[in-house]
């Protein structure tokens, strides 16, 4: 199905209220509730609201993933993720997303794809439909259209060409900072998933991609463990694994806002500064659940069956 990206926008701006309703310090959960899902940033709620209705329903864990973050992917108004996400140097929206599913450690991921209205949902459909993990530009569109995912029209070249030709007499912007939609969720029966989505960097060269759909950077799922997922500069994250890092650091014992906060102070040590724009969230096998960042404006999302807040970053 085929809509236009203003129509798209308009549409969804009906959807950003719920999410700033929500920005307020609230009391945590008692750990250990289950279901329990756990998102980056005040837009998250909402996303963690549809995902706990459909666990409590009775559904899969999968499609609490991709519906929650379908939430976040249609509130264009938050222009970090979806087709509302601010675009590219050369004007022009590029998404990333990918999702992960802990039993048999199953994934799928889609970079740099353009057009589509729900990435995570691409990026599922490569799990589950091919034999790959990750898919890329316009490969991934054409495979997402394919299997009959809603779109826009795409005809970027314009757009580059005059880019290219401003390019060769202004000085490059530097990018904007941006917040990503990181979803984890923790079945009644232990089972963890989840799922990440973004339009990346506004201003980013065209072709760039971040952590969101690298997997162990922007999430990471073990199904033994738990999940870890990030939000941010991305070439910050990406280059220490850090979600990874955070769940083999749960694994070791430590809790996740433990790990989190090892995993920061690792990065902050090795880069020897800590205006990174790292940010992250996680839980674990037991219910518990974390989060820290460097961004002190930082907030994250949780929603069990008594209770769904948005909380602070309670600091590294």
């Known amino acids: 199905m085929n809509m236009s990206r203003r129509k798209f926008v308009s549409r969804a701006a009906l959807g950003l209220a719920a999410g700033a309703a929500a920005a307020q310090a609230q009391t945590a959960p008692e750990e250990g509730e289950k279901p329990l899902i756990v998102s980056t940033w005040p837009f998250g709620k909402p996303a963690n609201d549809a995902a706990l209705k459909i666990m409590l329903d009775g559904g899969m864990i999968l499609d609490a993933i991709e519906r929650g973050i379908w939430v976040t992917e249609d509130a264009a108004p938050n222009k970090s993720v979806g087709l509302g996400g601010s675009p590219n140097a050369a004007g022009f929206v590029q998404?990333?997303?990918?999702?992960?599913?802990?039993?048999?450690?199953?994934?799928?991921?889609?970079?740099?794809?353009?057009?589509?209205?729900?990435?995570?949902?691409?990026?599922?459909?490569?799990?589950?439909?091919?034999?790959?993990?990750?898919?890329?530009?316009?490969?991934?569109?054409?495979?997402?259209?394919?299997?009959?995912?809603?779109?826009?029209?795409?005809?970027?070249?314009?757009?580059?060409?005059?880019?290219?030709?401003?390019?060769?007499?202004?000085?490059?912007?530097?990018?904007?900072?941006?917040?990503?939609?990181?979803?984890?969720?923790?079945?009644?029966?232990?089972?963890?998933?989840?799922?990440?989505?973004?339009?990346?960097?506004?201003?980013?060269l065209p072709g760039r991609v971040g952590d969101s759909p690298i997997l162990g950077s922007g999430l990471y799922v073990d199904n033994d463990v738990g999940a870890a997922g990030a939000t941010g500069v991305g070439e910050n994250v990406m280059r220490y694994c850090a979600s990874f890092m955070i769940v083999e650091f749960m694994r070791q014992g430590l809790s996740p806002h433990e790990a989190i906060v090892k995993v920061i102070q690792r990065i902050v040590k090795s880069e020897g500064r800590d205006d990174l724009h790292i940010n992250f969230i996680a839980l674990d096998k037991h219910g518990r659940h974390g989060a820290a960042g460097t961004d002190s404006s930082f907030k994250y999302a949780v929603a069990t069956p008594s209770k769904s807040v948005v909380l602070d970053n309670p600091g590294i």
Request: aromatic content about 4%; overall charge neutral.
């Open 95 to 204: 998404l990333d997303s990918c999702i992960m599913f802990g039993p048999g450690h199953k994934a799928g991921s889609v970079a740099a794809i353009e057009g589509i209205r729900h990435p995570i949902s691409a990026a599922r459909l490569v799990m589950e439909k091919t034999k790959h993990v990750m898919l890329a530009g316009e490969g991934a569109r054409v495979f997402a259209l394919e299997q009959g995912l809603e779109s826009v029209p795409v005809d970027d070249r314009e757009f580059y060409e005059k880019w290219r030709e401003k390019r060769k007499t202004s000085q490059p912007k530097k990018p904007d900072n941006h917040d990503t939609i990181a979803l984890l969720a923790l079945g009644a029966d232990g089972t963890v998933a989840g799922g990440c989505s973004t339009s990346g960097l506004a201003g980013k």
